[in-house]
């Protein structure tokens, strides 16, 4: 569709978006005026304040729905539909009732094309509601972008009989126009001229659709009413001109005399230099057409027919070199496999360009490259090569289709002034949407439903992350929700803010004690252990922290605590055993785990610890039977099945060593001393190549380990990979000394 189409249609998405946003920044309104975001706003706090809860929650979601709705319009009509969509789709969840979100969302998926989506949303809402005028309307267009021009016209029927607006009488007439009904068609058009003050636009309007729909002589009086109404009206000579060219024959010379009167009131119109190239082209003066269309490829660089038509131009004025850099141009932004007779009108050009510079070698592969395109689509070269008004009037056709497309599926261009708009209109919503979400996550903490309350919390630093106690509400949620590792961020910055606030103290240590962060966990509860109160889960998180970071007096004092409490806690006397392996008394290491495992015969890790100290004293058979007890209350726990793989080889058991290594890996493939030990058994073996595999794979996993090269090197050389052997011991000398052996490993 030309440009007139299109600037119409943008600037009128362009006016709602300025009038959208303009109306958001009113603080002042009549009561019948009130902005519907700020009217649920105030409703919410209302019920807040008088204890009704329910009701408050209510209306803060509307106002979320409505704010978020409004804002994904906002980014949608300046073409960020990424962002407008999440934004849409957030505002759906929240109100599913709220049709309006849904009508807008699929109208975002229809501008960025997803046309599948916008399709089943639709039908979604219409299952709901099926009298909604906007998604009938919306519906029949996307039957109409899909050629389904009998479903279009029944939907946007129903749509006009309910709201008989502009945009669905418009595309009504279109459908009517494809499926040759034009008695029908020009009713519809009579009924808007005589409901509508005249306009260029208005007629320009019709006119594309006349000519769209192959109504040429229609189209063109049309335009000449436009004009009539508006000599200097943008847009109207080039859709003049443009019928001109699909009439039969092409009236070349009127159409040059269009495109010239649209450019000297409108010098930067596309279509104008570009077809008036292309008029020139066919009137065998190429040195005047490439004029014309190095003017339309400084105006849309990213058109490869424009490049395509001004290196035809080049070649046709005597300048071959530059048709040559021009068409290899043309060719990356036409690889496409809808360009595909364009490719091979390119290939072609470059073969005849090459070949007038003796370039014959380079000019037949070109040509052979055009040859199978050619074959491949099914044409002909007398097709390929048609240049003539023919081939003018076919990209007036395609010209027209993806200006059509384009201005019906896009929305307007974020211009300046919109943006700036756009940007206090943000500066106004974000503060409402942040304290909507932050007091209806307040009103579900209340109410215990804390994983709910803390999805809000967040999403209200997300709009307003400077709200007062946000991050001590958003913390206290998540870890009452047991969300410990989405807890840890806003517990770390509340606790930075307030050092003295004991309570987030210790849910931020429990956060990080229960996602395995024992260090971290320890540094914070190393501060307060003199003030920890006698809550069994709080000290036992303590002094497991303390133990596992590597101060296990501490954590021993910990757990004496919780025995004057209760001595029969077994996971006390585990970590109590734990703490003593630690501090190399292994007798009382053993008599702690033994405690735990009279209180708790199937108490997980209790065996695999005591195996630990055996194996520490080098009592093989010990360690071997109590890691096979771990297995069996614990058949999954890799470390019991990594320490009995290491216990068989030292007792030269190598097959089930094996066997067990192949299990380890099998559940934990990053498990780097795992294949460090299956390659020392592979060697044992004398299974060198299998050996090799497993150590390479030991040292790219953990390249810092200096044992694993050694034992590489030691592969390589039986292997006979002399000099690789040299290198990798070379790396293992460089490395040794600070790296702990494997099975030194807890």
């Known amino acids: 569709m030309l440009a007139t189409a299109s600037k119409s249609l943008r600037r009128v998405c362009a006016g709602l978006l300025l009038s959208l946003v303009a109306s958001a920044q009113k603080t002042e309104k009549p009561l019948a005026q009130v902005d519907p975001v700020e009217e649920h706003f105030r409703a919410a706090q209302t019920f807040q304040v008088t204890g009704e809860f329910d009701r408050s929650a209510v209306e803060y979601r509307q106002t979320i729905a409505t704010a978020l709705d409004r804002l994904g319009d906002i980014r949608v009509a300046t073409g960020r539909y990424e962002g407008g969509i999440e934004l849409l789709k957030i505002a759906r969840e929240m109100l599913p009732a709220f049709n309006d979100a849904g009508i807008d969302l699929a109208g975002a998926y229809f501008h960025a094309g997803d046309f599948g989506r916008c399709q089943s949303t639709l039908k979604e809402i219409l299952t709901q509601d099926p009298q909604d005028s906007r998604a009938l309307n919306l519906l029949g267009k996307i039957y109409f972008m899909q050629g389904n021009f009998h479903d279009a016209e029944e939907q946007l029927q129903a749509s006009m009989k309910i709201q008989p607006e502009f945009d669905s009488v418009y595309s009504l007439a279109l459908v009517e126009l494809k499926l040759k009904k034009t008695t029908a068609a020009v009713v519809l058009f009579d009924e808007m001229l005589a409901s509508m003050k005249p306009s260029p636009e208005l007629h320009d309007l019709i006119g594309v659709a006349y000519r769209q729909t192959g109504y040429v002589p229609e189209a063109a009086g049309q335009f000449r009413k436009a004009i009539a109404l508006d000599p200097k009206h943008p847009g109207t000579h080039s859709g003049l001109g443009l019928t001109y060219l699909l009439q039969e024959p092409a009236q070349l010379s009127a159409a040059s005399e269009e495109f010239r009167a649209e450019l000297a009131i409108a010098p930067k119109d596309y279509a104008g230099h570009y077809f008036l190239g292309l008029i020139e082209l066919e009137q065998r003066r190429p040195a005047q057409a490439a004029l014309s269309l190095q003017e339309a490829v400084r105006l849309e660089p990213k058109r490869g027919d424009a490049l395509l038509a001004l290196s035809r131009a080049y070649l046709g004025s005597g300048r071959p070199e530059l048709a040559i850099s021009t068409l290899r141009k043309s060719l990356v932004l036409l690889s496409d496999p809808w360009s595909l007779s364009e490719q091979a009108s390119a290939h072609k050009l470059l073969s005849q360009a090459l070949d007038r510079l003796g370039k014959k070698e380079e000019s037949a592969a070109h040509a052979a490259k055009a040859a199978e395109i050619i074959r491949s689509q099914g044409q002909t070269d007398k097709e390929v090569a048609d240049t003539g008004q023919n081939g003018l009037r076919q990209d007036v056709i395609r010209f027209d289709e993806e200006a059509f497309r384009s201005s019906t599926t896009s929305s307007a261009p974020n211009t300046q002034s919109t943006a700036k708009l756009e940007a206090e209109y943000d500066k106004s919503i974000f503060p409402v949407l942040g304290d909507s979400y932050n007091n209806l996550g307040v009103i579900d903490a209340r109410a215990g439903r804390y994983a709910q309350a803390a999805s809000e919390f967040a999403q209200a630093a997300r709009w307003n992350p400077k709200i007062e106690s946000l991050d001590r509400n958003w913390g206290l949620a998540a870890f009452r929700a047991d969300l410990n590792q989405q807890a840890i961020d806003p517990l770390s910055r509340q606790l930075k803010h307030s050092p003295d606030d004991l309570t987030v103290r210790e849910m931020l240590a429990m956060s990080y004690f229960v996602t395995n962060k ?217 490395l040794h000394g600070n790296i702990p052996r494997p099975e030194a490993k807890n």
């Open 518 to 734: 024992f260090n971290k966990s320890a540094e914070l509860f190393a501060p307060i252990v003199d003030r920890l109160p006698n809550d069994a889960g709080l000290l036992y998180a303590a002094g497991m922290s303390l133990v596992r970071s590597g101060d296990p007096a501490a954590g021993a004092k910990l757990f004496s605590r919780m025995l004057e409490q209760d001595a029969n806690v077994p996971e006390v006397h585990l970590m109590l055993g734990e703490a003593h392996a630690q501090q190399a008394e292994p007798e009382e290491a053993q008599t702690e785990f033994a405690r735990a495992l009279q209180l708790n015969p199937k108490l997980h890790e209790a065996h695999y610890f005591s195996g630990m100290v055996y194996f520490q004293q080098g009592k093989m058979d010990e360690a071997a039977q109590e890691f096979q007890a771990e297995l069996g209350l614990n058949p999954q726990y890799v470390p019991a099945e990594y320490q009995l793989a290491y216990v068989r080889l030292t007792q030269h058991q190598v097959e089930d060593a094996v066997r067990l290594l192949n299990d380890v890996v099998g559940r934990s493939p990053s498990y780097s001393d795992a294949y460090y030990q299956r390659g020392r058994a592979m060697l044992e073996k004398g299974d060198t190549k299998a050996a090799i595999q497993d150590l390479e794979t030991a040292v790219r996993l953990q390249p810092s380990a200096a044992y694993s090269y050694y034992q590489l090197s030691l592969a390589y050389r039986r292997d006979g990979r002399v000099e690789e052997a040299q290198q990798t011991l070379k790396k293992y000398q460089a």
